[in-house]
């Protein structure tokens, strides 16, 4: 298994710019989460997803947004890129059945100027 | 809400033991995790334990749980250079909408030197 994997590794984007960042996890498991990582601060969640279709705001929701057409695949979308999304982006998923362990992927480092 | 606490820093030497202390607000925790996180690299799952423990060992890692005090100590045994990361607390609880969410601290610095 690849667990769980993530691109870009590195982006840099202009003010106003879009992106989407992908993930994508071959464990089957139903919860799929995106976390950012300031410097020096620990993750923030932005958003989850229990599974296909359902998704649901974290604790950063703001300029971001997601979708869950499949299992395997949670991508998270910046439509208006502003300094303030400067950031490393974790993907991260677990099992239903044991939430409590969660399996996260390599993260994207995201600069915005 | 829900507040994780840690130190920023720690440094010991080789073959010392390293002890991190993390201290939390919620007493509706269900779980309490130490994550391990290397340079450029994403977050490890090194261990937890759940609320209604108060002590749990893994080879060199004990993790000790002092829920009256909401307080998570690591205690890394033996500590070698390969063990320099920086090491997160965090906690989650299953209640309705918050299923599966973790909140992490800020993370110690562990430095060991050779």
């Known amino acids: 298994n690849a667990g769980v994997t993530q691109t870009p590794k590195f982006r840099i984007l202009k003010i106003g710019q879009s992106m989407t960042l992908q993930c994508t996890q071959d464990?089957?498991?139903?919860?799929m989460y995106w976390y950012r990582q300031d410097p020096g601060m620990g993750l923030k969640l932005i958003y989850y997803?229990?599974?296909?279709?359902?998704?649901d705001k974290g604790e950063v929701p703001n300029g971001y947004n997601v979708s869950r057409s499949t299992t395997e695949d949670f991508p998270l979308r910046l439509e208006l890129a502003a300094p303030s999304q400067t950031s490393v982006y974790f993907c991260?998923?677990?099992?239903?059945?044991?939430?409590?362990?969660?399996?996260f992927g390599p993260g994207t480092r995201l600069t915005v100027t | 809400g829900e507040d994780v606490e840690q130190s920023l820093f720690l440094s010991v030497r080789e073959g010392d033991s390293s002890v991190i202390n993390c201290t939390y607000t919620?007493?509706?925790?269900?779980?309490l995790y130490w994550y391990k996180q290397e340079p450029g690299a994403g977050l490890q799952l090194l261990t937890y334990?759940?609320?209604?423990?108060d002590m749990k060992q893994d080879q060199r890692l004990t993790v000790l749980l002092n829920k009256k005090d909401k307080h998570l100590s690591l205690r890394i045994a033996d500590t070698q250079t390969g063990d320099s990361a920086i090491y997160f607390c965090?906690?989650?609880?299953?209640?309705?909408?918050?299923?599966?969410?973790?909140?992490f601290g800020r993370g110690t610095q562990l430095t060991v030197w050779p």
């Open positions: 334990i759940f609320s209604n423990m």
């Open positions: 919620d007493s509706s925790s269900t779980y």
């Open positions: 965090a906690e989650s609880h299953d209640r309705g909408s918050t299923l599966g969410r973790l909140y």
């Open positions: 991260a998923s677990s099992h239903r059945d044991s939430t409590y362990e969660q399996y």
């Open positions: 464990m089957n498991h139903n919860y």
């Open positions: 997803s229990v599974g296909a279709g359902i998704t």
